[in-house]
């Protein structure tokens, strides 16, 4: 009977805790960003194909390209947990937290990443096998290590880790990368700093104390704010350079042109602010995430 | 709306009339009386929505009837993948929230 009475007293707390070690496992992948990462890759294999690439291509290349992406992450949270513990933003991240230890991220990101390049050259093919090692070195090493703490063009070099899903997603289809490939890839690029610097004019007080050179503290706001207003511009013409390159039909096109001026919109009156004042900043990156969401979707509407 | 080569259709349109309603109170109920908790209790919602969209279909919109079943089901395909996309989205969209208070 009282064995009975503590298995019931125990099983709850232990439940607790293994769902807390799974979740703190699954946060230092950076599940919202991977939403992001998977969604791109596979929108790409849907362009690629143009139309519906087969099933077993498109879940070893979803598991492959998460694997790498949640991996570098995790080294990513092992590498940042010095300067995690003192912005606000990123404090309750796991390992800042306490809930997970530094070493066990570490090698769980390397897994991750060793997993990821298996899965792709045994189930999709060598080319994505290697993009996906890349992609890997690129966020965890180029830019977590060596760009983010150094220069305030981190994100801007940074910006082609976010792009690399794009490359797995089309070389998982047609084995290649085709200039449309790379034009895709462009839009990630060139979307990455109007979208990071609207969060780091917001959050530069953050950064600041983190020391890490953002360019709101580099170069201070109107800088950043004139420079994202100069990749926007890039942005708009590159999207309609994808348009001739990728032979989409029209709702690509009223999809490129709704949304890029929906961002150029915000992007523009966040120039116009004063920088003491966040609302376009906040909108822009609010923006931001829409703007991904309909372009990629608009993409895979418009091969149809 | 005068259709009526299906000859059960009156009884068809009772049972799911009937079973929209108790899909209905059901989640009204566990509101209500504040029977579950948070997470449940939303779970237990979506799954009386959906059961009662699948009623709709089935009982209300003829999903089965029609000389070409396959592009009804091709068209729900397609608006399932739409709503996902949209709900899915905008949830990601809604996680961000906290980012820009």
Redesign the interface.
Known sequence: MSVVQEIHQDSPSRFHRWTKIISAYINVTKP?IL??LSFTSLCAAFVAERGVPSFSVLFAMLLSASLSAGGSAAINMWYDRDIDVIME?TAKRPIPSGEIEPASVFWFGIFLGILSVVIAFIFVNPLTALLNALGYFYYAVIYTMWLKRRTPQNIVIGGGAGAFPILIGWASVTDSLQATAWLMFMVIFLWTPPHSWA?AL?KNDEYTKAGIPMMPVVKGARSTKIQSLFYMVLLFICSLVLYVSGNFNYFYLAGAMIFNSALLYCTWKMRKEEDHQFVWA?RT??CS??YI?GMF?TMVIGIF | MSNHHDTGSIKAYIIGFILSIVLTIIPLVLVLEHLLSKSALVVSILVAAVLQFVIQLFFFMHIRDGEGPRYNVMALILGLVFVVTIVAGAMWIMSFNSQVQ
């Open positions: 919202k939403i992001m933003r969060l917001y906040k990156f609010i995430l829409f969401l979707s």
